[in-house]
Nanobody, 120 residues
Framework: QVQLVESGGGLVQAGGSLRLSCAAS????????LGWFRQAPGKEREYVTA???????TYVDSVKGRFTISSDNAKNTVYLQMNNLKPDDTAVYYC??????????????WGQGTQVTVSS
């Protein structure tokens, strides 16, 4: 089992920044792909970004150039730095993990979610 605990959400004005953290425990952190999904009110859950065990990262087009995912294997933590936030980024952000290279549409492990609200 892998346990994921997110932190760092909050309220920010458009153009501002937030950093989300996801602390993982339970298994060998470096063997997993970790990433972030988000779900806005009334919308389907959306993939945002992921980082693979070989540190290769992927992003949905809407956040490229604004969001950066990184990981610290010593701390078993993955981070999402979000810059130049837009009201459309408002959502509950979920940390997710799958063993190996890549995240499935419905990963095996999920955090509880953290709210990000961007005001215009």
């Amino acid at each position: 089992q892998v346990q994921l605990v997110e932190s760092g959400g909050g309220l920010v004005q458009a153009g501002g920044s937030l950093r989300l953290s996801c602390a993982a425990s339970g298994r060998t952190f470096s063997s997993y792909t970790l990433g972030w999904f988000r779900q806005a009110p009334g919308k389907e859950r959306e993939y945002v970004t992921a980082i693979r065990p070989n540190r290769i990262t992927t992003y949905v087009d809407s956040v490229k150039g604004r969001f950066t995912i990184s990981s610290d294997n010593a701390k078993n933590t993955v981070y999402l730095q979000m810059n130049n936030l837009k009201p459309d980024d408002t959502a509950v952000y979920y940390c997710a993990a799958d063993l190996g290279y890549g995240l499935r549409d419905s990963p095996a492990y999920w955090g509880q979610g953290t709210q990000v609200t961007v005001s215009s």
